[in-house]
């Protein structure tokens, strides 16, 4: 028989079992709902070609894209290279990259004047962990290799050429986007003797990078990475020089979901010729994040609880 002594004691020792599972479940589950999947590898970074001369430099932007449904925290970025006379490196990122999101790194490169001529790699990788507690390594995500291209600097017999007629910007004239990030090429094909630089500019525009660097002499293209909330808008391209060029737009015509309320979003990668393609995260509900165990949790813990205060009671 038990005493009313008793009774308190186990409904105390209940108690006592249950938020000791509790502890024990929510240190599992939030481990932060960690579900054992490799998420690493799509955790993805978009590098183009560098081009610069001898002895000079340049600052570049990459791309980090999070293709997961976990908000991930990017703790490093490292870029280096294997080429006696070239310096890379690494030097800002943006820390915080949810779903879908694509956000900027930043290198540096500098080709010495002992630096040899020619097409050389380098290389970019990152580190961070997700929210669900999930940790990628450099090994983990891997490194993503880039080509580095080295110019002599021209002659002056060479810079007193004038090319103005034959230089080439080649962009888009429409694209219809969709919400979130929008990607598309740009050509560029430099026949001055000196570099130049592409300006971009837009109302109602967000733009990953507003400005492209180009040696002189060089043919390339480049990615432009952009995202807005406008019905319409332009992108301008400028590119300052002697030459005097006259800018250059797209037009922008963006292309929303059907449902405006919809959870899940779109990225929308959109190439010159208008091919796309779609990447979707979808939602998930309050008992998936808790998982099986958390949910199993519950119920033990309910029905201590309940065990306690009929005991309690009686």
């Not at 479940?25 to 081009?51: P, R, W």
């Not at 070239?86 to 080709?111: C, F, G, H, R």
């Not at 080649?170 to 001055?192: A, C, I, R, Y």
Request: charged share 20%; glycine share 6%.
């Amino acid at each position: 028989m038990i005493t009313k002594f008793g009774k308190k004691s186990l409904a105390v020792i209940l108690l006592g079992v249950f938020f000791i599972l509790l502890s024990v479940f929510s240190h599992a589950e939030l481990n932060y709902g960690y579900d054992g999947k490799n998420n690493c590898n799509l955790i993805q970074v978009d590098t183009q070609k560098v081009y610069l001369e001898k002895d000079s430099s340049t600052t570049v932007t990459f791309v980090v894209h999070n293709a997961t449904g976990e908000p991930f925290y990017l703790e490093k970025a490292e870029a280096y290279d294997e080429v006696s006379g070239l310096m890379t490196y690494a030097y800002l990122w943006d820390k915080i990259i949810n779903p879908s999101e694509y956000k900027n790194i930043k290198l540096q490169v500098e080709a010495l004047n002992s630096s040899p001529s020619g097409v050389f790699d380098a290389y970019v990788k990152v580190r961070g962990h997700f929210l669900n507690g999930q940790t990628c390594a450099y090994d983990d995500i891997g490194s993503k290799k880039f080509n580095v291209e080295i110019k002599d600097v021209p002659t002056l017999e060479e810079t007193l050429t004038d090319n103005c007629d034959s230089f080439e910007l080649t962009v888009p004239n429409t694209l219809e986007l969709s919400k979130g990030t929008n990607t598309f090429k740009v050509f560029v094909n430099n026949t001055l003797d000196e570099k130049v630089t592409v300006k971009l500019s837009g109302a109602g525009l967000t733009l990953y990078s507003d400005s492209y660097s180009i040696p002189a002499k060089t043919s390339m293209d480049f990615t432009v990475y952009l995202s807005s909330d406008m019905n319409k808008t332009w992108v301008i391209y400028n590119v300052p020089s002697y030459c005097e060029f006259k800018a250059k737009k797209t037009l922008l015509l963006m292309k929303y979901p059907a449902n405006e309320n919809q959870t899940a979003q779109d990225v929308n990668i959109v190439t010159a010729s208008g091919d796309t393609g779609n990447i979707n995260t979808g939602t998930t509900t309050g008992f998936s994040l808790l998982g099986s165990n958390g949910v199993i949790a519950g119920i033990i813990a309910l029905l201590l609880i309940m065990g306690a205060f009929v005991y309690w009671e009686r």
